[in-house]
C-alpha cells in the first residue's frame, strides 16, 4: 500500500539520487551547455531512485505490519 509518508520519501530520495547521479552522468546540464543532452536520460536518472525507493517502502509496510494487508486484500475480495 502506497502511504503518504512512503511517497514523501521516494521524492525525496529520487531529487537527492537523481541530482547526483545526473552530476556524474550529465555534467553538461549542470554547466547549461545542452548540447548532446537527452531528456529522457535525465527524467530516467530521477524515475528509477523514485521507483525502487517506493517499492523498497512498500514492503518494509508490508513487512512490519501482514495483517493489515491480509485484512485489506480480504475486504477488497469479499466486496
Known amino acids: ?3 503518504e509518508v512512503s511517497l514523501k ?3 525525496r ?3 537527492i539520487v537523481g541530482v547526483i547521479l545526473n552530476l556524474i552522468n550529465n555534467p553538461q546540464l549542470f554547466s547549461l551547455s545542452l548540447t548532446g ?3 529522457y536520460k535525465v527524467l530516467l536518472t530521477f524515475l528509477v531512485p523514485f521507483c525502487v525507493s ?5 514492503l518494509a509496510n508490508r513487512a512490519k ?3 493489515q494487508i ?3 486484500t480480504t475486504k477488497k475480495t469479499i466486496r
Open 1 to 3: 500500500m502506497i502511504t
Open 9 to 11: 520519501r521516494a521524492i
Open 13 to 15: 530520495v529520487a531529487v
Open 37 to 39: 543532452l537527452y531528456i
Open 54 to 58: 517506493l517499492y523498497s517502502s512498500i
Open 65 to 67: 505490519c501482514p495483517e
Open 70 to 72: 491480509t485484512e485489506q
